[in-house]
C-alpha cells in the first residue's frame, strides 16, 4: 500500500541473531589502518566527567563494519517497479548467517562537551556485495548525543540517521535510531574499558572485543513516480571500531568460505 510520508521507527531491543555470515554473501573492502581521535577525550580526566572536558573535535574510524538484516517485500518491489528483477529462489530475507555485510570508513564530529551532554554528527559510506543484490552502497547521515548528566564517567551514546541503499534498480531509503550496547568511559580508539553490555545486539558476538557496538531496526522505504512505498525493514549492527583489527578477526570466521564458490548475481538496469 502506498504512503506519502514516513517517520522514524525509535530502537527497540532486537533479538541475537546466531551465526557467522557466509563469505559468499559479502565484498571485504580495504586494508586496516589506523584510527584517530583526540586525545583529550581518551578516558577524560581519571575517567570521571570527562563528557564535560572534552573539547570539540573529529573522530575517523577507517575500519567500520556494518550487518544487516533485511526484509525486503519482493512481490510488491517487482510490481511497482514494473518488472521482475530478483532471481525466482530470492526470498527478499537476508538474515542471520546470510546477512548483508557492509564496511567503509565513519566520521563523526562532535562539539564541546557541555552539561553532561557531547552533541555528535555522523556520516559515512558504507560498501560491499552480495550474490542476490550485487554491488551495495549505504550511505547515512545523522545526528546523536554521548549523555553523563550524573558526571560518573559512564555515557550513554545513540545517533538518530537517515540512510539511503543502492543496490544496481534497487534505491531504498529510512531513517533509525542505533544506540550503543555499553556505557563509554571515552572516546580513543585504542579504549576496549567500558561498561558491562546492556543490551544484544545481532552479530555483536563476531567482535566480543569491539570497544562498543551499535544497532537499530527501521523501516525501509522507496519512490516511484513521486510515490513513497514501505517496501520491508532492516536491522543493523554497526562495529565502528572492532579490536583486534577486522583483517584478523575476519580471516579467522570466513577462512573456509572462500571455497563455497558461490556466484555472484547483479540486477538489471530498472526499465519499462
Excluded at 534498480?169 to 579504549?191: H, N, Q
Excluded at 570497544?211 to 543493523?236: K, M, P, R, S, W
Excluded at 580471516?251 to 548475481?265: E, P, R, W
Amino acid at each position: 500500500m502506498a504512503i506519502t510520508s514516513w517517520s522514524r521507527k525509535i530502537f527497540s531491543q532486537a533479538t541475537p541473531i546466531v551465526g557467522a555470515v557466509t563469505l559468499g554473501a559479502i565484498a571485504l573492502v580495504g586494508v586496516p589502518e589506523s584510527a584517530q581521535a583526540a586525545a583529550d577525550c581518551s578516558l577524560g580526566k581519571d575517567g570521571v566527567n570527562w563528557v564535560n572536558e572534552c573539547p570539540e573535535g573529529r573522530d575517523y574510524f577507517p575500519n567500520s563494519w556494518a550487518f544487516i538484516d533485511l526484509w525486503l517485500d519482493v512481490p510488491l518491489l517487482e510490481e511497482i517497479l514494473q518488472q521482475d528483477i530478483f532471481p525466482e529462489n530470492f526470498t527478499g530475507h537476508r538474515v542471520g548467517d546470510n546477512a548483508l555485510m557492509l564496511s567503509g570508513p565513519v566520521v563523526v564530529d562532535r562539539d564541546e562537551g557541555e552539561n553532561g551532554i557531547i552533541k555528535t554528527v555522523l556520516n559515512h559510506t558504507l560498501t560491499g556485495s552480495d550474490n542476490f543484490l550485487g554491488d551495495i552502497s549505504l550511505s547515512a547521515s545523522g545526528t546523536g548525543e554521548i549523555q553523563d548528566p550524573d558526571g560518573d564517567g559512564m555515557a550513554d551514546s545513540f545517533f538518530d540517521v537517515d540512510f539511503s541503499i543502492d543496490a544496481g534498480a534497487l534505491s531504498l531509503f529510512g531513517s533509525t535510531t542505533i544506540v550503543g550496547d555499553r556505557k563509554l568511559k571515552g572516546v580513543s580508539p585504542d579504549m576496549v574499558e567500558n561498561g558491562a553490555v546492556n543490551m544484544q545486539c545481532p552479530h555483536a558476538e563476531l567482535f566480543p572485543d569491539a570497544a562498543i557496538t551499535y544497532c537499530g531496526d527501521g523501516l525501509l522505504f522507496t519512490e516511484v513516480d513521486g510515490i513513497v512505498y514501505q517496501v520491508g525493514q532492516l536491522n543493523e549492527t554497526h562495529i565502528v571500531h572492532p579490536v583486534p583489527e577486522p583483517a584478523t578477526a575476519i580471516a579467522s570466521i570466513f577462512g573456509l568460505g572462500a571455497m563455497l564458490g558461490f556466484t555472484k548475481k547483479r540486477l538489471p538496469k530498472q526499465g519499462k
